[in-house]
């Protein structure tokens, strides 16, 4: 039953990141990607990242507390490590978008 919830949330959350990714692939093709339309898919991508991250600090801490051998939850500890580095990575990559999509309007505006 928990693996069946688990296995749904983190396909919700890949699903997200793809369609996420790809409309921002389009708002590149289309030069709009400094623009405010950029950010929404943006954090997008960083709540799918926290609810894996919250799934899998889920599934570490019940796998850490019923484990015999240390292998699997030192497994988990190190991607959820991983994780972490790459959700704190789009949070500085969506400040420094949010810095560009300001920048770029000051610009047109003085064009």
């Known amino acids: 039953m928990a693996g069946?919830?688990?296995?749904r949330v983190l396909g919700a959350v890949h699903s997200g990141v793809i369609v996420s990714t790809w409309k921002l692939l389009?708002?590149?093709?289309n030069d709009r990607i400094f623009t405010d339309a950029s950010l929404v898919w943006?954090?997008?991508i960083v709540w799918a990242i926290?609810?894996?991250?919250?799934?899998?600090?889920?599934v570490l801490f019940y796998v850490?507390?019923?484990a015999d051998d240390p292998g699997l939850p030192l497994l988990l500890f190190l991607m959820s490590v991983g994780v972490t580095v790459l959700g704190l990575l789009?949070?500085?990559m969506r400040a420094l978008l949010r810095q560009a999509t300001t920048l770029r309007?000051?610009?047109?505006a003085v064009i």
Do not use: I, Q, Y
Not at 50 to 58: D, E, H, K, R, Y
């Open 42 to 44: 943006v954090n997008a």
């Open 4 to 7: 069946d919830c688990r296995d």
């Open 105 to 108: 309007t000051d610009m047109e």
């Open 64 to 66: 850490g507390f019923n």
């Open 26 to 29: 389009t708002l590149v093709k």
């Open 50 to 58: 926290a609810a894996a991250w919250v799934v899998l600090v889920g």
């Open 90 to 92: 789009m949070v500085v």
